[in-house]
């Protein structure tokens, strides 16, 4: 009990000792530290942010982790600081078992840049394994007639520590009969043998009883014993012999069971059952042998009943032992080694030193995201491992040391084409023939602020009545971005610019989130028929993106104004409006004629007159067209001389509006002054009354200038482009194949090429005033026709030549004549 007691205070004395004496130095730039084992667990190995020359601070911010090739993980870092210390008891036989080295390789693991440090850790032994005796109590049977000197070998004692601290001595108990001898055996290994020193008489004592202590290198000394129980047998005296003392050979590992080894053979000079041998493997044989090899007792032969493991083990040494049937029974030692052939059975492994990191797609190349290290259980060419990547990735294996690779970046990065890559590491080793593994590893892509917005059209046309209710939605834009989370986001506003000098945003505004454009007020297509507003889809990234898109609204006209009566003056004043009329009058005479105009556009504005009432319907006609009034007949001498016409003045609209105008003629005798025209009617009330309304002069005025201005504006863009891609004026004049010299074409054509108006006279303007104008937007919607639309004027013929002239002027185009119309089929 003292001595047990002395020995665990030399050995926590020897720990301290240790603990308090560590070196640490670095080779080849690996910083590499020496510590005994079995420290207690927070024991400091050394400064390892001094050695790899870090800050205290670089611990956290680059999140400094150390890692260990072993299952368990021995060492944690002191992030206070910064001392490699002892996180478990660390026991150097269950590391490195007989190992004369035992170093323990670490990896620290340092981000932002990602870096790699390998540190080694060598385990010192020290004496805290007794040896020990596999065979506590040993029992052997000797002859009295063994010869003087002859050896008889014992059981070696093991010890679970190495160098000075294993087995060194053996002490045998003083006897009269034995002495121990040291034989040498291989690997400068020593085992202790028996030696008879004075020959054996049974009858004098047939058992002795000796102890065999085994004692080690160690500070202080450990011990362990075997009991020795010696029988003297009697006669018997020739040992078997074997035909070598050693037997060597070599088994591939992928050897299959039930394969013969090899065969043993022994004799013995004896005769009868003192000469029949049998077979076995030594009493102190491990398990780990019994479990794998098998002998036959008999014939000696050994075959093999489990599976031999290269990485398990190199080699088998096994103790075989020749027996005899003799009384006493005599047997004789051998030694069988075999040598296990490495094959290779192990397929790489691939191990990631650092998991991926995300990486921003617009990433340099080179970028590290991660590190890999590849292992192979095999040795020698079975054991060198190398790395590929699958074709068609942006990334590759840069190759740093020891196995170890980086994963970095080697092309550019598109998120919006690839989020995210599993890319697929494919490790081989260099056996025959090679085995491999594979591993994926996922990298994400995060998303860099790259991509505008983009609208679903660079434009968009609208088409909104007048007189639509204030808050309506009138359209809605939509952009989408390719880009992810806040880069994706859209949010829509309206570019400022003007409309009639008013800015854009007084007509409309937007809702920013979805695009939605509502107006603010109602439109009257007879102020306002089209504004542009500048609509732009801008993201929230940083910096943030943008892009614009124009939407075109056309207000489209509703019926919404009456004809308004310009002629005669007196009707607008609300007032009859007298004529005279010679009775001499003959059939056709031009009377007056009726002058109304419309404020709305198109169809709307198309205005036609019709007789109501009359004092003699039989006497008077009204042109359906021009207003025009004439007689029907000659006036009779019974004819009353005071006229009534109520003249009715209705639009094209829907629903239709009207206006209504009351002309009394009064019939004379003897004047024979004819009305004229239009033009003649209309200047006599100026020079007679000089009563004409603001208005007319107004509208009049604004006509000749807007005629005038079209004109020279025609002229000069006809000089300008021969190739009619601008405004221009053609007239029937202008086609040689097309002659008519009672008519009259004019066709006016928009800049971007549809036509605005077309205008048919009929032979003689002056008297006849046959006239037709129609002007459209050409943007109108219209689901089968589109330009514009011609009412008939006076015959089928002015059509005919209509049609002609647009053939020959705009050959891409289908003309057609259908239901009192000219249309452009599109």
């Keep these: 009990m003292t001595k047990r007691m002395g020995y665990q205070d030399w050995r926590w004395l020897a720990l ?57 993980q021995y060492f944690s870092v002191d992030a206070g600081k910064g001392e490699l210390v002892v996180n478990d008891r660390i026991d150097r036989e269950a590391l490195c078992g007989q190992s004369a080295s ?28 007794s040896p020990n005796f596999q065979t506590k109590e040993l029992s052997l049977q000797i002859s009295e007639t063994a010869a003087v000197g002859t050896r008889f070998p014992l059981e070696g004692a093991e010890d679970s520590d190495v160098g000075s601290n294993s087995v060194k001595s053996y002490i045998l108990t003083k006897n009269d009969c034995f002495t121990l001898k040291m034989k040498e055996v291989e690997d400068g290994k020593t085992v202790p043998e028996l030696v008879l020193e004075k020959p054996l008489d049974r009858e004098k004592k047939a058992v002795h009883q000796l102890l065999l202590t085994a004692l080690d290198g160690g500070n202080p000394v450990m011990s362990g014993t075997s009991q020795i129980t010696i029988s003297v047998l009697d006669v018997n005296d020739n040992f078997p012999v074997f035909d070598k003392s050693t037997y060597k050979m070599m088994l591939g590992e992928n ?3 039930d394969t013969f080894v090899i065969k043993i053979a022994a004799t013995d000079a004896d005769e009868g059952p003192n000469a029949e041998v049998e ?99 095999d040795s020698g060419n079975n054991s060198k491992v190398t790395l590929r990547l699958a074709r068609g990735s942006p990334f590759t294996l840069k190759p740093s040391f020891s196995n170890n690779y980086a994963l970095v970046t080697s092309g550019v990065l598109d998120r919006e084409r690839f989020s995210e890559y599993n890319i697929e590491i494919t490790a081989t080793d260099s056996g025959s023939p090679p085995l491999s593994s594979k591993k994926m590893i996922p990298v994400s892509i995060t998303d860099v602020n790259d991509n505008p917005p983009i609208f679903t059209q660079p434009s968009y046309n609208v088409y909104l009545k007048e007189n639509g209710v204030p808050g309506s939605i009138l359209y809605s834009v939509s952009a989408s971005d390719l880009d992810f989370s806040e880069n994706a986001k859209v949010s829509y506003s309206i570019l400022d610019s003007k409309v009639q000098d008013v800015s854009v945003s007084s007509y409309v505004y937007i809702n920013s989130d979805n695009g939605s454009i509502y107006s603010m007020h109602s439109f009257d297509y007879e102020k306002l028929k089209v504004f542009q507003i ?12 943008s892009s614009n898109a124009t939407v075109h609204v056309f207000i489209l006209d509703q019926n919404d104004n009456a004809p308004a009566v310009i002629y005669p003056s007196s009707a607008a004043l609300g007032s009859l409006s007298h004529q005279r009329m010679s009775r001499s009058a003959k059939a056709g005479h031009l009377v007056t004629k009726v002058t109304a105009v419309d404020a709305d556009s198109g169809h709307n504005a198309w205005i036609s007159y019709k007789l109501a009432e009359a004092t003699d319907m039989s006497l008077f006609t009204v042109n359906l067209y021009t207003g025009e009034v004439r007689t029907k007949r000659a006036v009779s001498e019974q004819e009353d001389s005071s006229q009534r016409l109520l003249i009715e003045i209705k639009d094209d609209g829907e629903p239709v509006q009207s206006a209504t105008v009351t002309v009394s003629i009064l019939l004379e005798d003897g004047l024979h002054e004819p009305i004229l025209d239009l033009r003649q009617k209309v200047t006599e009330p100026i020079k007679k009354t000089g009563r004409i309304t603001l208005y007319l002069i107004l509208s009049l005025a604004s006509v000749s200038v807007l005629s005038l201005v079209t004109f020279l504006i025609l002229a000069v863009k006809c000089m300008r482009n021969s190739r009619s891609s601008g405004s221009c004026c053609m007239t029937r004049t202008d086609f040689d194949n097309y002659k008519n010299p009672n008519r009259n074409l004019q066709i006016q054509l928009n800049t971007d090429g549809p036509i605005k108006y077309v205008e048919v006279l009929g032979g003689d303007m002056l008297s006849q005033s046959q006239s037709f104008r129609s002007c459209m937007s050409p943007m109108s919607p219209m689901s089968e026709y589109s330009d514009f639309t011609l009412i008939k004027p006076s015959s089928t013929t002015d059509f005919n030549e209509v049609i002609s002239v647009l053939d020959a002027s705009l050959p891409d185009s289908t003309w057609t004549f259908e239901s009192q119309q000219v249309s452009k089929k599109t």
């Design 16 to 72: 301290w000792w240790h603990h308090f004496f560590l070196l640490w130095s670095t080779i080849h730039g690996q910083t590499r530290y020496s510590i005994p084992e079995e420290l207690k667990q927070g024991s400091v190995v050394g400064n390892l942010a001094k050695d790899l020359g870090l800050r205290l601070s670089d611990i956290f911010d680059r999140k400094l982790r150390v890692s260990s090739e072993a299952d368990e």
């Design 534 to 545: 500048q609509v732009q889809a801008k993201d929230q990234g940083s910096p943030s993106l």
């Design 279 to 377: 077979f076995s493997f030594a009493s102190r044989t491990p398990a780990s042998v019994l479990s794998i090899f098998e002998i036959n007792s008999l014939t000696g032969e050994i075959h093999l009943k489990g599976n031999l493991d290269y990485e398990k083990s190199t080699s088998y040494k096994i103790e075989i032992t020749a027996t005899d049937k003799g009384l006493p029974r005599m047997e004789s030692h051998c030694r069988l080694q075999i040598d296990v052939v490495d094959v290779n059975d192990n397929t790489p492994e691939i191990v990631l030193t650092s998991e991926p990191q995300p990486v921003r797609e617009d990433s340099p190349s080179g970028t590290v995201v991660a590190l890999v290290n590849a292992r192979d259980a």
């Design 255 to 257: 050897t299959a069971k």
């Design 102 to 129: 035992c170093v323990l390789p670490l990896q620290v693991v340092l981000e932002n840049p990602l870096s790699l440090h390998r540190i080694e850790v060598e385990i010192k032994d020290i004496n805290d394994n």
